[in-house]
């Protein structure tokens, strides 16, 4: 974590269960892996078909202690490919920087927006142009959560969430 910035320290913020829950990483969550790639351009014949296997938390948890999931609301970053209702990875062990999608405190309320840190401060930046920039003034109440390492998104419109 950045000490010299207090902006960016987040040991204080819990956030209640409704926004973010913890992942149980004591269980493998084990699913079948292709061998092979799959060609997302035209078909390709594919050797084998399976290997042995995925764990999801081996694979997309770094800090399993420090990492949570949410799901979104609002449509405030869809141009990053973040949309109402995906379930986004968050680790708070990870230091915020440039450029960063963080899950961030502001004046009593949470928001996902991508951080800029500017010659004029820290601001929060959304990925639609419906919605406006945020500069982070030195009154607010302001802390970056977590940083968004992994985006779940539903496939089709058909499918339960």
Known sequence: MNKDNPFFDNDELQPTAEILAAIDTEQS??????????????????????????????????????????????????????????IIIVDKSLDPHDGAIAVCYLDGEFTLKRIAIRETGVWLVPANPKFPEIRVNDEANFQVWGIVTYIIKQASAGSNK
């Open 29 to 86: 969550l084990e699913l079948p892996m292709l061998d092979n790639f799959i060609p997302a351009g035209f078909p390709s014949p594919t050797q084998g078909i399976q290997s042995d296997g995925i764990d999801l938390n081996r694979e997309l948890i770094r800090h399993p202690s420090s990492t949570f999931c949410a799901r979104v609301t609002g449509n405030s970053m869809i141009d990053s490919g973040i949309s109402d209702g995906d």
